[in-house]
Structures are given as structure tokens and as C-alpha cells.
């Protein structure tokens, strides 16, 4: 599936937004959407975020899209006798009254084949799927190639 080319140039005139505020989805909110700057389109990109719960009920987060990745999975990083993994996650919970968080070293969106690099200042559409509060599109923004969070 080839990305229109629209979609490329919607990616470039963001650039430069300010941090967004999170997002309400039913029950959820989705706060601090980030990604690294990627090195070109070569490599996959990673971004992150978190979900809080305010509902008592839990939800899964069951999938996820965007406009620069033709695949975009929820990968899982974990270390075993000092050998670090990713692997593919098919859902991740999101318990009642609790969070779910990615991050660096944890579980992570896994943006494949990118359509355009992730360029440091830029944001980019998310969209997330969640079982009961259904689908919502978050900007995610794009800090350094060494960027641990997103900082203020
Ligand atoms: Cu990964």
C-alpha cells in the first residue's frame, strides 16, 4: 500500500506546533505522545506515550496506525540474560483506574517502512485503537535522535 502523497505533505506543514494537550476518549486520555528523530527512512521509527484510565473498567489498546508507516505495531522490549528483545504485542491492557505507559526499554509503537523520515520539531497523526473507547488520533511529536522523554 503506497501513502498518498497528501498525507507526506500534511506530515511537513506541522512542523513546529506546540505540545499538545492530551486527548479525551471516553474513559481514556492519551498524554505525551513523542517520538525520536528518525536516521532517514532505512531504520524503523519508535514512539511512545501513555494512557490513563479513568473508568472502572479496563480497556486494550488492539491497534494502531499512521500516515508514516505502512506497518506500525506495539513491540515489547525485554531483557533476558542481558540480551535485549522486541517482540510484536498483539493487545496491551490498559487496567481500571491505572495506566498504560510506552517508553524507551518498555513497550513501544514500532513505526516500519516509514514513508518520511521523523524530522526533530515535526508531529505526526497516531491513530490508536482501544476495544471499549474505540479510536482516537493523537499528534505525536518528534524530539532528538537521543531523546529519552519529552521534555518541556
Ligand atoms: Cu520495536
Not at 80 to 88: F, P, T, V
Request: hydrophobic share 45%; charged share 15%; glycine share 12%.
Amino acid at each position: 500500500m503506497k501513502l498518498p502523497v497528501i498525507a507526506v505533505f500534511a506530515f511537513g506543514l506541522s512542523a513546529g506546533l506546540a505540545q499538545a494537550e492530551p486527548v479525551r476518549q471516553g474513559n481514556l486520555e492519551i498524554d505525551a505522545a513523542w517520538a525520536r528523530a528518525s536516521i532517514g527512512t532505512s531504520r524503523p521509527g519508535a514512539a511512545y506515550f501513555t494512557v490513563r484510565n479513568f473508568g472502572d473498567e479496563g480497556d486494550r489498546l488492539i491497534g494502531l496506525s499512521s500516515p508514516v508507516s505502512t506497518m506500525t505495531m506495539l513491540h515489547e522490549t525485554t531483557l533476558s540474560e542481558g540480551i535485549s528483545r522486541m517482540a510484536h504485542v498483539e493487545a496491551a491492557e490498559i487496567p481500571a483506574s491505572g495506566e498504560l505507559t510506552l517508553e524507551p526499554g518498555g513497550m513501544h509503537v514500532m513505526l516500519m517502512e516509514l514513508a518520511t523520515p521523523l524530522r526533530e520539531g515535526a508531529t505526526f497523526p497516531l491513530t490508536l485503537a482501544f476495544e471499549a473507547a474505540g479510536e482516537v488520533t493523537v499528534e505525536v511529536h518528534v524530539f532528538g535522535p537521543g531523546a529519552t522523554g519529552p521534555a518541556e
